[in-house]
């Protein structure tokens, strides 16, 4: 009984190829998160939205969206990818808004861009 | 923008030993603090974390962190390392208004020699 799921697990693609990354959160929480994971561990967030709308949105290239037909679930798209895209996406949810609620995170998807 | 540095990309403990993670963070304003594991192949999870009153915050697997505004600290400590201990762990600061995404620091990776 996953609470925060995210597929696939692993995605390898090549360059200039569009892909997109589901996640889905049965915790009934308002507020879901996109983040980066590099090959050093650094964690970035890249977008939030709270009740389905769009809160947070870092410096990220616009070949990144994010959309959320629902509170459930937030999915990534990214378009034309670049090598510099391998990296481990984690999706993650709270009961609020960053910072004052605990973030539940999902497994992660390894994007490997080739 | 709140940020953090964690000191030591990279900590060996032997078993049994004492482990000390350390966080400081920058502000003249005590945020809210949290620490997050993160296991081989898998999402963040919470650890412990401090919002307000007690600053000697019990967290899951025997981890404890205290938080020390004078020094701007908040390091993590366990008695006695355990291999399953094994991981990296990433401290977090956001400021008191929550509208921020979480902002983690570069993280520790623990190494647990037998």
């Known amino acids: 009984d996953t609470a925060v799921s995210q597929t696939p697990k692993y995605l390898v693609t090549q360059m200039g190829n569009d892909k997109s990354i589901k996640c889905e959160q049965n915790?009934?929480?308002?507020?879901m998160y996109w983040y980066k994971q590099d090959s050093k561990k650094f964690l970035k967030i890249m977008f939030s939205y709270n009740n389905k709308e769009l809160i947070i949105n870092e410096t990220v290239p616009n070949r990144f969206s994010p959309k959320s037909p629902d509170k459930a679930h937030l999915n990534l798209h990214i378009n034309s990818l670049e090598l510099g895209d391998s990296a481990v996406y984690f999706c993650a949810s709270s009961p609020g808004l960053a910072g004052l609620y605990e973030q539940y995170f999902g497994p992660g998807t390894r994007l490997t861009v080739t | 923008a709140q940020s953090v540095t964690q000191l030591g990309s990279h900590v060996s403990v032997s078993e049994g030993a004492l482990v000390l993670l350390r966080c400081n963070y920058s502000?003249?304003?005590?945020?809210?603090l949290f620490w997050y594991v993160q296991y081989p192949n898998q999402g963040l999870q919470l650890l412990l974390k401090?919002?307000?009153?007690?600053?000697l915050v019990k967290g899951i697997n025997g981890f404890e962190a205290e938080f020390k505004k004078s020094e701007t600290s908040f390091h993590l400590t366990k008695p006695s390392a355990h291999m399953s201990d094994a991981a990296e762990y990433f401290c977090a600061p956001v400021g008191g208004g929550g509208a921020d995404g979480l902002t983690f620091g570069k993280g520790t990776h623990l190494i647990i020699q037998p």
């Open positions: 915790l009934g929480h308002d507020t």
């Open positions: 401090y919002t307000t009153g007690a600053t």
């Open positions: 502000s003249s304003v005590p945020p809210y």
